[in-house]
């Protein structure tokens, strides 16, 4: 990883999706692992999550969705992120996700999805995974 600038993750919850223990203790991981987070708040819409991705800078958006609404949410977040020129922010998405709906997700445009229970060193393991392979990340 580059000493020069810390990776910078934003993490999301959106819609009326109040789930938010699995977000809380992957933040602290991912800061415990020397990456800068950033954390929306509940509440949030696919406009505010991309204006403050944008505002802060980040390379990844964190949507963490618990209650189904995943697709329609990844979507419009990364139409949005093409209006605005961010396509270089990569999507990824957490929470209670079935794997059937990896694929539609993947077509989307989301860099990666991640199944229930999985762990926070999994998610640390990809995150230095796409540093490391900055073409692979899209900056
Ligand atoms: C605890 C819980 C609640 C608590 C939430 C407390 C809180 N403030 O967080 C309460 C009781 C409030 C609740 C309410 C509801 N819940 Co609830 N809840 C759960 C439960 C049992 C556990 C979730 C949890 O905290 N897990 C522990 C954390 C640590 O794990 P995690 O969230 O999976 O996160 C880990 C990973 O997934 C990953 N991760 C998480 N997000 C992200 C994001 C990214 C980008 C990445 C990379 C990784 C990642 O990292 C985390 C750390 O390892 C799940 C069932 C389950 N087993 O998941 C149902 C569940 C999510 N709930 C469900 C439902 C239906 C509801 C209610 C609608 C019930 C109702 N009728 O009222 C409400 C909705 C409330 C709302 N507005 O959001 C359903 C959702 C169904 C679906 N998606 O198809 C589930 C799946 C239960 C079920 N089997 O039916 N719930």
Known sequence: MSSE???RILLAKAGLDTHVRGISILMVRLRDAGMETIYTGLFQTPETIVAAAIQEDVDFIFLSSHLGGHITLAQRIIE???ENG???IALVVGG???RKDFPTLKALGVREAFLPHTLPSTVIDFVKAQIAAP???GK
Do not use: C, F, S, W
């Open 96 to 98: 209670v996700i079935p």
């Open 135 to 137: 073409a692979a990340k």
């Open 80 to 82: 949005l992120l093409k």
């Open 86 to 88: 961010a396509e270089n």
């Open 5 to 7: 600038r810390k990776v």
